[in-house]
């Protein structure tokens, strides 16, 4: 069985399409990378997976794990093990970083008819994960994202992600605004996370993400549909060509 | 309307838990206001003559003044006429008793609000007095406490047994002729808390009394004086609940507070009248003067509160800080959800050299509610060196209700120094969504948001009612948001 099928997806956004006609089959344990110009999609996309609802699916279906995944709520989805890793985290105030997480674990747990995690082993897998993610222990206090900086948001969307343990893990551009050394820390973050049975989406400008996370295939995502597909050395084409290449052979076709 | 605004009105649905009236025979009288009735609840409850002159003194100038129109609320006149100014269960007949001879009923009453008597009395360190209408039924612990000193019984019994600490301070912080409710409740009020601290004494726990209006077309007008001598220290805490009906009942309650020296009041406020139902029929007018007096040196006197009830609210738990090095706070969540009002906040009035005083305040508004904060500070010239801080946050939950802020800052004082912070915002879809894709409900998901709002006042409730307050803050909110 897929992880994730996609089949031809129509989603527009204020009565403005975005995907037009989008495909995509993600198996169990396979990293899919999508790459593609500003503006083509790419986090409408991690949006509608995650289930955004100003984004209104026109056409087409997507089934994940053999559910219909259009008609599950976010949270369902997120019980059900998909993870987003936002683009841009939110912060809210108040509420501690600690807290929402072990919230959202016990919730999901729950939703699937599984026990509710203690406190006390809650802090020690907390503790481990942070280690992994190079966070200081002060983290635990603060509140969720807020006053974060870029690089420690996005790393504290991949210590949500490796204490709930997604089987389908949308990474949005989680490596802008990383400097050199945080992207090396978020990659092995993600690594740590590669399971025969679990499966990513990693939506990026930038091919140095994928020389740390390789993509078993990498997606040119253009004008709403996936408009070529290869392996990782399609990135590094990309990387030294641009997109224009792709986009006329596109038209061509 | 937007998606999102559809599943918000779909949404703003409050269940009210305590909504249920006790069958139980009462002696009411009958409606109206006039020097005789406050003869006739004067000698019901056994009074000196110097309380029933105090009472008449305060109706005759409430009959000169006005009902105040400045307050950010709308509703309905109220007539005076209609409402009946004392009633009370036939089986108590004045004198609360020991819990053994309490009427079943009542008892059964207070278990169905979570407030078990027998229970509180043998195992929690909470000693209550339970009010119901215009009486007292029953106050726990008093054996204990008085071991200690501490004097802890309804009004009306104070008055019989300590006439002299009734007569030295009864009105001394909020004079008859304070304002309208303030004047109306002196005249008819019926009973309340209260409480001594001698000289030195800490409570040994927690006080609290538990305020149940249940007779239809009653008002409550209940009275509480908390003296604190020099030296001591005590945390209070209030409970209100009411029957759901359509008309709507009023409370004008008045609390006094007085600080001596070196003496700490701690008073904690969950405010949960019937607020009406989701198109703002019936619920409680909730009109009432709180006032604390640091009367002495490094006193203090800390007010938290947690208003959800109540259709309209109009109150603004206030320090008076006059000895020198005293400080007053003020922390309160107020929540406006339906067609709730709220016009809420304090005054804090620096008389004393080098007196400091604290107000957060968060509004959180749902629904069609209105939620005001309206706040004094003052320093008047004597009050060298006094500080302040502020701040007030409204929170909006929805695209069809208000937050207002009206501050007022007065220094007459150069040295003093005042700070004041305001925020206002709304719960975002983003926040909301971000939950949520973590795997919380929408209930869930704003009851987080609002209890992080709502962080910097729960910390300060005592620690049982920390938990109460969270509870009732997401009931109040149940299905407010899309």
Known sequence: MSMLDIRNLYVSVDGNEILEGLDLTVRPGEIHAIMGPNGSGKSTLAQVLAGRDNYSVTRGEIVFQGRNLLDMAPEERAAAGLFLAFQYPIEIPGVNNTYLLKAALNAQRRARGEPEVDAFDFMRLIRETMKTMQMPEEFLQRSVNEGFSGGEKKRNEVLQMLVLKPSLAVLDETDSGLDVDALKVVAAGVNSLRDPQRSMILVTHYERLLELIVPDFVHVLAGGRIVKSGDKSLARELDARGYDWVLKEARAV | ?482
């Open chain 2, 1 to 482: 309307m937007s998606s999102e605004s559809t599943q918000i009105a779909d949404l703003v649905k409050r269940k009210y838990q305590h909504g249920f009236v006790t069958d139980i025979e009462q002696d009411t009288v009958p409606p109206g206001l006039d020097e005789g009735v406050i003869r006739l609840i004067s000698a019901k409850k056994g009074e000196p003559a110097f309380l029933t002159q105090w009472r008449l003194k305060a109706f005759e100038h409430w009959q000169t003044m006005e009902e105040p129109t400045w307050a950010h609320v709308r509703y309905t006149p109220i007539d005076y006429q209609a409402i009946s100014y004392y009633s009370a269960p036939t089986s108590n007949p004045n004198a609360p008793k020991s819990l053994d001879e309490v009427d079943p009923k009542l008892l059964e009453t207070y278990d169905k609000l979570g407030i078990p008597l027998h229970e509180r009395a043998r195992l929690a360190g909470v000693a209550v007095d339970a009010v119901f209408d215009s009486v007292s039924v029953a106050t726990t612990f008093r054996e204990k406490l008085a071991e200690a000193g501490v004097i802890f019984c309804s009004f009306s019994d104070a008055v019989r047994s300590h006439p002299e600490l009734v007569e030295q301070y009864l009105g001394t912080v909020v004079p008859t002729r304070d304002n309208f409710f303030a004047a109306l409740n002196s005249a008819v009020f019926t009973d309340g808390s209260f409480v001594y601290i001698p000289k030195g004494v800490r409570c040994p726990m927690e006080l609290s009394t538990y305020f149940r209006i249940n007779a239809a077309k009653t008002g409550q007008f209940e009275r509480t004086l908390i003296v604190a001598d020099e030296g001591s220290h005590v945390s209070y805490l209030e409970g209100c609940t009411a029957p759901m009906r359509d008309e709507n009942q009023l409370h004008a309650a008045v609390v006094e507070l007085v600080a001596l020296d070196d003496a700490e009041i701690k008073y904690s406020t969950v405010q949960n009248w019937y607020p009406g139902d989701e198109n703002g029929v019936g619920g409680i007018y909730n009109f009432v003067t709180k006032r604390g007096d640091c009367r002495g040196r490094n006193s203090k006197i800390s007010w938290t509160q947690v208003e959800t009830g109540s259709a309209i609210t109009w109150k603004y738990p206030s320090c008076v800080l006059r000895g020198d090095g005293s400080v007053g706070e003020f922390y309160s969540v107020a929540v406006a959800n339906n067609y709730q009002q709220a016009d809420t906040g304090t005054k804090m009035i620096h008389i004393g050299r080098n007196t400091r005083s604290t107000i957060i305040s968060k509004g959180i508004s749902a629904g069609h509610g209105q939620n005001s904060y309206r706040g004094l500070v003052r320093f008047l010239p004597t009050a060298k060196n006094a500080r302040n801080y502020t701040q007030c946050d409204s929170l909006l939950i929805g695209d069809e209700c208000g937050a207002h802020t009206f501050p007022y800052i007065e220094s007459r004082e150069p040295s003093g120094r005042v700070e004041h912070e305001a925020t206002t915002s709304k719960i975002s879809d983003d926040q909301l969504f971000y939950c949520r894709q973590r795997g919380l409900s929408e209930e869930d998901a704003v009851n987080l948001i609002v209890n992080g709002f709502c962080r910097s006042v729960f910390r300060n409730l005592p620690m049982e009612f920390a938990v109460e307050a969270q509870n009732l803050l997401s009931v109040s909110l149940e299905g407010a948001v899309g």
